[in-house]
């Protein structure tokens, strides 16, 4: 995610507030935590339970250190007394802390509020609780961004987070939630259902790189097949998921009774099969318009300097073109593992199984928590396989590039 640079207010412009990001921020989490409610305490999974507000959640000591750490984030959006640098890194300092205490706060309310209640019980965050949590998330990039600060400081800096927010849980922070309490009732299957969804993508992505890779080479060698080519794949783009889904169900499942064999290798209407096709579908147009791209992106003078020096076409494509063009094709790459990851969770619709089955299942019970248990995994899985990606990216361009 990046912000505009015309909103660093650091030149000299009239006003007091040097960083608009962080002042929106700043005000929409206040906003957000006097109106919207903090938790909710509930008698069961199914009902939805009494908002609890954040003064009502938290002890005097957490909401009155959120109170602190805003006011220091407020005096870093100001053009003085700090100064910019000093400020930015004071906002990588204090919104971590806040990110913490908010989800600490969150896991000793849910243990306190239980201790008296029944078994059925649930607390459950809610809507303040998230914008509590994304405002300083954004602030987080927001300052790296106006730092300038490269993949590997950024990987740096997200290592103490991530072992902060590790130590909640292995401390147990957050085993009262009811998030978790779902967790605990799926254990199991959650981690059948997590393997599936890996294994659903990386079925899909294998075979899709196997079929974009050539294709996009050849819109880029023959002109005359890049406008059918795009307009075919731009079709698949345009099928709802769903449809697409449902569309291959007759199909596979009149090839799966026709041919036996088809059927003892599992292929069938239902099932992984008709999950793995649409993915597939839907990843090439962004790997094929990358790999087209990456190639195009070539500097004519760079490849006439490789043939003067004796260059094979082979020697040509795969030790100049290629590597120029790869961080072009990563690009696309990461663009459809993020796609995929979140269309996987769709495919539980047709029995593919992945973290969508407890999505949906929580919507047919009507159990947000259940939701949540497959919801947030794919989000978190989304943003590891993007930022892993983003590295190999960085990592593959040529020495010297940006």
């Known amino acids: 995610m990046t912000f505009p640079s015309s909103l660093d207010d650091r030149a000299n412009t009239a006003g007091i507030v040097a960083n608009r990001v962080l002042t929106t921020l700043l005000v929409a989490a206040l906003i957000g935590a006097v109106v919207l409610p903090f938790a909710a305490m509930a008698p069961n999974r199914l009902v939805s339970g009494q908002a609890i507000s954040v003064i009502e959640a938290l002890l005097p000591w957490q909401w009155s250190g959120l109170g602190g750490l805003a006011l220091a984030l407020a005096l870093c959006a100001l053009r003085r007394p700090l100064p910019p640098r000093r400020a930015h890194l004071l906002v990588l300092v204090l919104a971590p802390l806040w990110l913490l205490l908010v989800a600490y706060g969150l896991g000793d309310y ?203 076409p082979r020697q040509l494509l795969w030790r100049v073109e290629l590597p120029l063009a790869l961080p072009v094709i990563l690009s696309g790459l990461r663009i459809v593992t993020v796609q995929a990851i979140g269309l996987t969770a769709v495919a539980a619709l047709i029995g593919a199984g992945g973290l969508g089955a407890f999505i949906f299942q929580g919507l047919g019970q009507y159990a947000i928590d259940l939701v949540l248990l497959g919801a947030v995994p794919t989000i978190a899985l989304a943003v590891v396989a993007d930022f892993v990606l983003q590295i190999l990216v960085a990592l593959s361009r040529p020495a010297g590039a940006r």
Request: aromatic residues 8%; contains cysteine.
């Open 110 to 312: 849910a243990h306190r509020a239980l201790q008296d209640a029944s078994p059925a019980a649930r607390v459950s965050q809610s809507a303040a609780f998230w914008v509590l949590v994304f405002c300083p998330t954004l602030m987080i990039v927001d300052a790296l961004q106006r730092l300038h600060a490269g993949l590997a400081l950024r990987s740096a800096y997200a290592l103490p987070v991530l072992v902060g927010l590790a130590a909640l849980f292995a401390g147990g922070t957050f085993d009262a939630l009811s998030i978790m309490r779902e967790y605990a009732n799926n254990r199991g299957t959650f981690a059948a259902e997590f393997r599936m969804h890996l294994l659903l993508v990386g079925s899909a992505l294998g075979p899709a790189l196997l079929i974009g890779l050539p294709l996009g080479l050849l819109a880029y060698r023959r002109p005359g097949v890049r406008g059918p080519l795009f307009a075919t794949l731009n079709f698949f783009q345009t099928v709802p998921s769903i449809a697409l889904f449902a569309l291959l169900v007759a199909p596979l499942s009149a090839l799966s009774d026709a041919f036996p064999l088809l059927d003892a290798l599992g292929v069938s209407g239902i099932g992984a099969t008709p999950a793995i096709i649409a993915l597939i579908m839907y990843s090439l147009l962004p790997i094929v318009r990358n790999t087209y791209a990456g190639f195009a992106g070539v500097a004519p003078a760079t490849i006439e300097a490789a043939r003067g020096m004796g260059m094979t």
